[in-house]
Protein backbone atom coordinates (compact mmCIF):
# COMPACT_ATOMS: atom_id res chain seq x y z
CA UNK A 1 0.00 0.00 0.00
CA UNK A 2 1.71 3.44 -1.25
CA UNK A 3 -1.19 5.60 0.87
CA UNK A 4 -1.59 6.24 4.29
CA UNK A 5 -4.63 4.63 6.02
CA UNK A 6 -6.08 5.43 9.59
CA UNK A 7 -6.45 2.19 11.39
CA UNK A 8 -9.72 3.70 11.87
CA UNK A 9 -10.76 4.40 8.46
CA UNK A 10 -13.13 2.21 6.31
CA UNK A 11 -11.67 2.48 2.81
CA UNK A 12 -13.24 -0.25 0.09
CA UNK A 13 -11.56 0.36 -3.11
CA UNK A 14 -8.49 -0.41 -4.77
CA UNK A 15 -8.06 2.92 -6.50
CA UNK A 16 -5.89 5.42 -4.62
CA UNK A 17 -2.95 7.53 -5.62
CA UNK A 18 0.39 7.02 -4.19
CA UNK A 19 0.67 9.46 -0.97
CA UNK A 20 -2.74 10.17 -0.16
CA UNK A 21 -3.61 10.54 3.50
CA UNK A 22 -7.55 8.61 4.62
CA UNK A 23 -7.99 9.81 8.25
CA UNK A 24 -10.24 8.24 10.86
CA UNK A 25 -13.75 7.06 10.41
CA UNK A 26 -13.75 8.07 6.59
CA UNK A 27 -15.45 5.33 4.41
CA UNK A 28 -14.62 4.95 0.93
CA UNK A 29 -16.95 2.62 -1.44
CA UNK A 30 -15.39 0.31 -3.64
CA UNK A 31 -16.24 2.29 -6.91
CA UNK A 32 -14.53 5.35 -6.09
CA UNK A 33 -11.10 6.68 -7.30
CA UNK A 34 -9.05 8.87 -5.96
CA UNK A 35 -5.65 10.41 -6.87
CA UNK A 36 -2.71 10.68 -5.68
CA UNK A 37 -1.29 13.12 -2.52
CA UNK A 38 -4.66 14.02 -1.49
CA UNK A 39 -5.65 14.45 2.05
CA UNK A 40 -8.93 13.35 3.20
CA UNK A 41 -10.35 14.26 6.39
CA UNK A 42 -11.99 12.71 9.48
CA UNK A 43 -15.78 11.78 9.06
CA UNK A 44 -15.82 11.74 5.57
CA UNK A 45 -17.61 9.31 3.25
CA UNK A 46 -16.95 8.97 -0.48
CA UNK A 47 -19.76 7.02 -2.54
CA UNK A 48 -19.07 4.22 -5.45
CA UNK A 49 -18.90 6.33 -8.95
CA UNK A 50 -16.93 9.63 -7.34
CA UNK A 51 -13.67 10.91 -9.18
CA UNK A 52 -11.14 12.62 -7.04
CA UNK A 53 -8.54 14.16 -8.79
CA UNK A 54 -4.79 14.85 -7.60
CA UNK A 55 -3.55 16.84 -4.65
CA UNK A 56 -7.47 17.47 -3.28
CA UNK A 57 -8.24 18.78 0.04
CA UNK A 58 -11.33 17.12 1.66
CA UNK A 59 -12.02 18.52 5.33
CA UNK A 60 -13.63 17.00 8.09
CA UNK A 61 -17.26 16.24 7.59
CA UNK A 62 -17.75 16.11 3.64
CA UNK A 63 -19.91 13.28 1.79
CA UNK A 64 -19.15 13.25 -1.98
CA UNK A 65 -22.65 11.30 -3.48
CA UNK A 66 -22.52 9.62 -7.01
CA UNK A 67 -22.00 11.68 -9.80
CA UNK A 68 -19.46 14.11 -8.72
CA UNK A 69 -15.88 14.50 -10.48
CA UNK A 70 -13.54 16.82 -8.35
CA UNK A 71 -10.43 17.48 -10.37
CA UNK A 72 -7.06 18.15 -9.58
CA UNK A 73 -5.72 20.65 -6.22
CA UNK A 74 -9.33 21.16 -5.40
CA UNK A 75 -9.84 22.31 -1.64
CA UNK A 76 -13.40 21.22 -0.06
CA UNK A 77 -13.71 22.91 3.41
CA UNK A 78 -15.16 21.05 6.58
CA UNK A 79 -19.29 20.83 5.99
CA UNK A 80 -19.41 20.86 2.45
CA UNK A 81 -22.50 19.54 1.14
CA UNK A 82 -22.97 18.16 -2.13
CA UNK A 83 -26.31 16.61 -3.89
CA UNK A 84 -26.54 14.38 -6.66
CA UNK A 85 -30.72 14.17 -7.04
CA UNK A 86 -32.71 16.88 -7.88
CA UNK A 87 -35.59 15.19 -7.42
CA UNK A 88 -35.21 12.78 -3.80
CA UNK A 89 -37.67 10.33 -3.21
CA UNK A 90 -37.14 7.75 -0.75
CA UNK A 91 -35.85 4.70 -2.26
CA UNK A 92 -36.99 5.52 -6.19
CA UNK A 93 -33.47 6.32 -7.48
CA UNK A 94 -32.79 8.12 -10.89
CA UNK A 95 -31.16 6.05 -13.70
CA UNK A 96 -28.64 8.34 -13.76
CA UNK A 97 -27.66 10.76 -11.04
CA UNK A 98 -26.65 14.25 -11.82
CA UNK A 99 -23.27 15.01 -12.54
CA UNK A 100 -21.39 17.80 -10.50
CA UNK A 101 -17.87 19.01 -11.42
CA UNK A 102 -15.00 20.89 -9.50
CA UNK A 103 -12.91 21.66 -11.96
CA UNK A 104 -9.09 22.56 -11.38
CA UNK A 105 -7.90 24.22 -8.34
CA UNK A 106 -11.41 25.46 -7.47
CA UNK A 107 -11.62 26.17 -3.72
CA UNK A 108 -15.53 25.40 -1.70
CA UNK A 109 -15.60 27.24 1.60
CA UNK A 110 -16.81 25.68 4.64
CA UNK A 111 -20.70 24.44 4.97
CA UNK A 112 -21.70 25.43 1.69
CA UNK A 113 -23.40 23.74 -0.34
CA UNK A 114 -23.37 22.63 -4.05
CA UNK A 115 -26.88 21.40 -5.78
CA UNK A 116 -26.66 18.67 -8.11
CA UNK A 117 -25.41 19.26 -12.42
CA UNK A 118 -23.40 22.52 -11.22
CA UNK A 119 -20.21 22.55 -11.74
CA UNK A 120 -17.43 25.13 -10.06
CA UNK A 121 -15.10 26.66 -12.54
CA UNK A 122 -10.88 26.55 -12.45
CA UNK A 123 -9.66 28.84 -9.49
CA UNK A 124 -13.07 30.25 -8.57
CA UNK A 125 -13.81 30.41 -4.79
CA UNK A 126 -17.10 29.74 -3.39
CA UNK A 127 -17.20 31.66 0.17
CA UNK A 128 -18.45 29.75 3.23
CA UNK A 129 -22.01 28.98 3.67
CA UNK A 130 -22.89 29.68 -0.13
CA UNK A 131 -25.74 27.42 -1.80
CA UNK A 132 -24.41 27.30 -5.70
CA UNK A 133 -27.77 26.67 -7.40
CA UNK A 134 -25.97 27.33 -11.03
CA UNK A 135 -22.82 26.68 -12.67
CA UNK A 136 -19.78 29.03 -11.59
CA UNK A 137 -17.58 30.50 -14.49
CA UNK A 138 -13.43 30.32 -14.10
CA UNK A 139 -12.06 32.65 -11.56
CA UNK A 140 -14.90 34.36 -10.02
CA UNK A 141 -15.95 33.99 -6.49
CA UNK A 142 -19.25 33.21 -5.23
CA UNK A 143 -20.76 33.80 -1.92
CA UNK A 144 -24.47 33.57 -0.42
CA UNK A 145 -27.78 31.95 -0.35
CA UNK A 146 -28.44 31.63 -3.12
CA UNK A 147 -25.04 32.11 -3.82
CA UNK A 148 -24.05 35.05 -6.49
CA UNK A 149 -21.00 36.21 -8.34
CA UNK A 150 -18.91 38.69 -6.14
CA UNK A 151 -15.76 39.55 -8.19
CA UNK A 152 -12.52 37.97 -9.59
CA UNK A 153 -9.91 35.78 -8.20
CA UNK A 154 -6.15 35.16 -9.18
CA UNK A 155 -4.70 31.92 -9.67
CA UNK A 156 -3.04 32.49 -6.22
CA UNK A 157 -6.41 33.17 -4.47
CA UNK A 158 -6.45 36.51 -3.82
CA UNK A 159 -9.44 39.12 -5.21
CA UNK A 160 -8.32 40.80 -7.66
CA UNK A 161 -8.60 45.02 -7.11
CA UNK A 162 -10.48 47.49 -9.77
CA UNK A 163 -7.87 47.57 -12.31
CA UNK A 164 -7.76 43.76 -12.79
CA UNK A 165 -4.41 43.39 -10.65
CA UNK A 166 -3.45 41.54 -8.14
CA UNK A 167 -2.74 43.12 -4.94
CA UNK A 168 -0.64 40.08 -3.76
CA UNK A 169 1.58 38.22 -6.54
CA UNK A 170 0.91 40.94 -9.01
CA UNK A 171 -0.46 39.57 -11.76
CA UNK A 172 -2.52 41.48 -14.76
CA UNK A 173 -5.60 40.19 -15.94
CA UNK A 174 -8.09 41.07 -18.92
CA UNK A 175 -11.48 40.55 -18.33
CA UNK A 176 -13.26 40.33 -22.16
CA UNK A 177 -16.96 39.08 -22.45
CA UNK A 178 -16.65 37.88 -18.55
CA UNK A 179 -13.71 35.85 -19.05
CA UNK A 180 -10.53 35.94 -17.03
CA UNK A 181 -7.01 36.31 -18.96
CA UNK A 182 -3.95 36.65 -17.83
CA UNK A 183 -1.83 39.19 -19.75
CA UNK A 184 1.99 38.70 -19.94
Not at 12 to 18: C, N, Q, R, S
Request: hydrophobic content about 35%; glycine content about 8%.
Amino acid sequence: MSYFKHEKALVETDKIGDDTRIWAFTHILSGAQIGKNCNINDHTFIENDVVLGDNVTVKSGVYIWDGVRISDNVFIGPNVTFTNDLNPRSKQYPVEFAKTIINEFASIGANSTIIAGNSIGRYAMVGAGSVVTKSIPDHTIWYGNPARMKGYVCTCGQKLNNNNNCDVCLKEYEIIDKQVLETI
